[in-house]
């Protein structure tokens, strides 16, 4: 590529003027922080050092004078608490020192009360790890009045790491994310600013961001918010601008190497531009990426209200580390170049990381402490347009012989480990980074499914779409949330959630027994004209929970029974001219958090055809197995 | 040119010789397929309780929903990886009744004529222990080869990873690990060629057979050219038969699928021992060498050898 303006418009599509920007004329949220970041990038030393003007304004309704920030990139370190966390559940992960990573706050002036950087201070407040580094605090002299604005001017140095998660450099890609101080968040009368744990996302308030980025000449960028100009500067290098409002992050990626694919979808809001940013080796899959990310874009905008932003950046990153991720109006996704077009994982990354801009970049949870909000809540989403195109049961794996829904997927990562957490616990304080993952996206999945099938599809999207709309650029909570999902259905769940969301009962009901015998059996001599039949339906976990029953006999005739599961278990007791056929808890499937699929049924007569089938294959796998060894031989 | 030409009629007469020995063949498919029915017992008997009564297993018959499946065998009252073992067992069981029948089937290979049944349980249980430890060498060369090229691919696995060019580091992956699958190929005809030798000259010195064949084996291109080609025609044939088992066999039809695979691995069978037959018949093309080599200090060939009824030139 050759240098110059007109190349870079080439490479970068079109700019946007600050005319444009004003698609909002208002406001969308309350804009609480204000971000002006000018910071150079060196992609040979992989470091990166800025000057960061924040003006934060205290809405607080109280005088502050303690200021918390995260420095996230310090996560990268030895002894940091995430580094402790993460070798805890993965001891097998060798620790490279191109792992390392660092953010250092150089100067820290605060605007008419001088230089403070000698008064800061770094604080653990979650596990009191005296190595962590990501929180840093600061005492002002004199404390900010309700209503007033303080400004600070920080300088800072970064130091990337080799992509360990999320963020850093790989080969040639580099991905900016979480690499500037951010402020913590007041919430609910305190700071809100956590460290950074293995498990934890982020949270941060809202308002605007104007970066100006100077890297080489060769770097294909992406970001949040909208390129406003490019400027090459003699050194070979060019200093991008962006701008972006109401959000709460701001990420950045650059690569020479990226294969840039455009796209428009036209969403109530008015027009978006999907820019995709894909490795080389990977470049045949933009279109995946584009065709399901306009599709979720469609469905999201119809089901629960429009994307206000102008520009959705898809980024293919280098590595799966930094993969599957979600920033404002920037998400990264995740495939390899072999990428079978039956299998969704591409399509499936893209729904999620879209949703995330509903369930993260807007309705901005804390992700710290209620991670089920966005991850749990966007695993339902992503299950509902992922079902809504490729069909319920094939929308992960749409092979011909073979097919996997995603729905299973999570209900398969839940029935494993049900009951080591409950889904409202904060994100850190889980047993594990796989309890974490099986129940916060797992569970709240299958939870919500079931939830789906209490008060209705048409229901909870209309619940969904309340709470987008109501808590859109604010930080609700879960109690906000399931008064919303009681206030929209009219009803009370107070019942559900204590078990589904703060519990961690075990829902499992099973068909006991089921029989019939001749009704006068005692009688041998006479011809059987009736058959009394049992069924018995058994509540094997705590979790209690209203289910249906569909009991078919051989007339084709069937009955529907309701068990409220209050007891341990309920006999229907039938005299009828039929014999039973089969007995089915939940017939419809709508009851997500069951453990067992295989006990909800009972068929009078057994059929071998699934056993037969598998041992088929087992039988081929330990022939083939023999004759691999008998080649040593 | 001329390699070829030797090389095609080594494949043509090898196969006769495979046509020959084709009941003994039969037996061992037929153990193969007995072995692999086994080490399906365990697993049948916890599969049968959890799907007979359920119509979830539907899930698994009409078609095949891998997560029905994944559920299915991670119940603890299935457990798959618990019936690893058995497989295990089974499937070595295979292996050692492989190494019982090859000297009979090496024997047989040898001989103009059909041998009997006693002569030929003779040759194998004469020959058991030699093949024993002539697999025991073979495994620790194959070891060390695979290995070097272990190494070799993980060391390429992280120059590679630096330069972030996935494609071309799984081109290069995949010509690696092809000239791996050749040696190895290399190393099996050698080690078929000295078993072949061991039961043919009667040693009791097992590593002098295996040295002098890989003497025999080095300039054997004809023999490898043929063991490449029968190579290639396992592949093509699996796949094959794979894609018509995927496409063609209706999932249901447990007996259809039953057939489509276990032709296959029949197949596969009848191919490897292509093969051995194809070491068989060029051997005693170049026994004169071997004769010269060893009459020095072996004893004469038993009368009952099998060796002297081959044709010496063809
Ligand atoms: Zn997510």
Redo the contacts with the bound molecule.
């Keep these: 590529m050759t240098s110059g303006t007109v190349a870079l418009i080439l490479c970068c599509g079109s700019f946007a003027s600050f005319a444009q920007i004003g698609r909002n004329q208002a406001p969308l949220s309350t804009r609480i922080v204000h971000y002006d970041i000018e910071a150079t990038y060196d992609t040979t030393s992989h470091t990166l050092d800025a000057t960061e003007i924040l003006t934060y304004k205290n809405l607080t309704g109280e005088p502050l004078s303690t200021f918390p920030f995260h420095l996230y990139l310090n996560g990268f370190q030895r002894n940091s608490t995430f580094t402790r966390e993460s070798h805890r559940d993965f001891p097998e992960e060798e620790w490279k020192p191109s792992y390392e990573g660092a953010i250092e706050i150089r100067k820290f002036e605060v605007i008419g009360q001088g230089n403070l950087t000698s008064r800061l201070q770094f604080v653990s407040p979650d596990d009191h790890n005296p190595n962590d580094r990501t929180v840093v605090q600061v005492q002002l002299p004199r404390a900010i009045a309700p209503g007033e604005s303080v400004e600070f001017r920080i300088q800072f140095h970064d130091k990337f790491p080799e992509v360990v998660a999320r963020t850093g450099y790989k080969g040639t890609f580099t991905m900016g994310a979480q690499w500037f101080p951010k402020i913590g968040v007041w919430w609910h009368g305190a700071w809100n600013c956590h460290q950074f744990h293995e498990t934890t996302?982020f949270f941060a308030d809202f308002g605007v961001f104007d970066v100006k980025l100077t890297l080489p000449e060769n770097q294909i960028v992406g970001a949040t918010g909208l390129q406003i100009s490019s400027t090459n500067n003699p050194n070979g290098t060019k200093t991008l601008r962006f701008h972006a409002e109401d959000v709460h992050d701001f990420a950045w990626t650059a690569d020479p190497r990226y294969k840039v694919f455009e796209d428009t979808f036209i969403g109530t809001a008015g027009s978006v531009h999907i820019r995709t940013l894909m490795q080389p080796e990977n470049a045949e899959q933009g279109s995946r990426y584009n065709v399901i990310a306009r599709r979720a874009m469609e469905l999201f905008d119809r089901w629960y209200g429009p994307y206000p932003y102008q520009q959705l950046t898809i980024v293919d990153p280098a590595t799966f580390r930094a993969g599957?991720?979600?920033y404002p109006t920037l998400i990264t996704a995740d495939t390899e170049w072999f990428m079978p077009k039956s299998l969704l994982l591409p399509e499936i990354v893209v729904a999620?990381?879209f949703?995330?801009q509903y369930w993260?970049a807007m309705v901005a949870t804390n992700e710290f402490e209620e991670p089920w909000l966005?991850?749990g809540i966007?695993?339902y989403t992503?299950i509902k347009v992922m079902n809504a195109f490729y069909g319920a049961d094939r929308s992960l794996v749409n092979g011909k012989r073979v097919t996997w829904g995603d729905a299973e997927e999570q209900h398969f990562s839940y029935e494993r480990n049900p009951n080591f957490d409950p889904i409202a616990r904060y994100a850190y304080q889980f047993a594990s980074e796989r309890s974490y993952g099986e129940i916060t996206?797992g569970k709240t999945g299958c939870a919500l499914l079931t939830l789906e099938g209490l008060i209705g599809e048409e229901t909870l999207q209309r619940a969904l779409r309340a709470w987008f709309q109501r808590y859109r650029f604010t930080h609700p909570n879960g109690t906000d949330f399931l008064k919303t999902v009681e206030e929209v259905s009219g009803r009370d769940l107070e019942w559900y959630f204590k078990q589904a969301i703060y519990g961690t009962e075990v829902l499992d009901y099973e068909v006991s027994s089921s029989e019939s015998w001749p009704s006068k059996w005692y009688d041998a001599e006479s011809p059987t004209l009736s058959y009394h039949s049992e069924v018995v339906v058994h509540r094997k976990g705590d979790f209690v929970f209203p289910v249906e029953i569909e009991i078919k006999f051989d007339d084709g005739s069937h009955v529907r029974e309701h068990f409220d599961g209050r007891d341990r278990w309920v006999r229907f007791s039938y005299d009828e001219k039929a014999k039973l056929v089969s007995a089915e808890v939940d017939p419809e499937h709508k009851v997500w958090l069951d453990v067992d699929f295989f006990n909800n049924s009972r068929l009078e007569t057994g059929s071998g055809n699934a056993r037969r089938k598998l041992t088929n294959y087992w039988m081929m796998l330990w022939q083939f197995a023999a004759q691999v060894w008998g080649w040593l031989a | 040119m001329a390699g070829m030409m030797v090389s095609r009629s080594l494949v043509v007469d090898g196969g006769r010789r495979l046509l020959k020995a084709r009941r003994h063949i039969m037996v061992l498919y037929i153990a193969n397929l007995l072995l692999g029915w086994f080490a399906t017992f365990g697993l049948s008997s916890r599969i049968g309780p959890v799907t007979g009564l359920s119509l979830n297993s539907e899930r698994l018959v009409r078609g095949f929903d891998l997560g029905t499946f994944l559920e299915l065998v991670n119940k603890p009252e299935v457990a798959l990886y618990s019936q690893v073992p058995l497989g295990l067992a089974f499937s070595g069981m295979f292996v050692i009744f492989q190494l019982f029948l090859t000297g009979g089937i090496i024997t047989q290979y040898l001989a103009a004529e059909h041998i009997d049944r006693s002569r030929f349980y003779a040759a194998c249980g004469e020959s058991f222990w030699r093949m024993v430890r002539v697999a025991l060498i073979f495994v620790v060369i194959t070891a060390l080869v695979a290995g070097a090229f272990y190494a070799f691919r993980a060391a390429l696995d992280v120059a590679v990873e630096r330069s972030g060019h996935a494609r071309t580091a799984f081109s290069l992956k995949s010509a690696v690990l092809l000239i791996e699958a050749l040696a190895l190929l290399w190393i099996r005809m050698w080690f078929d060629v000295a078993q072949t030798d061991i039961v043919a000259s009667d040693a009791r010195r097992v590593r002098s057979g295996v040295a002098y064949s890989f003497k025999s084996v080095r300039s054997a291109v004809g023999l490898y050219a043929s063991y490449v080609l029968i190579g290639i025609l396992m592949l093509l044939g699996t796949a094959f038969a794979v894609f018509l088992w995927w496409t063609a066999a209706p999932p249901s039809h447990v007996i259809i699928s039953f057939l489509i695979l276990q032709s296959i691995l029949a197949f596969l069978i009848a191919l490897r021992w292509w093969q051995r037959a194809v070491a068989a018949d060029w051997y005693p093309r170049n026994l004169p060498v071997r004769a010269a080599i060893q009459s020095a200090f072996l004893k004469p060939l038993p009368p009952e050898s099998a060796v002297p009824e081959v044709p010496l030139s063809q």
């Design positions: 996302e599957g991720m979600e999620h990381e949703g995330h993260y966005d991850e966007n695993t992503e996206y």
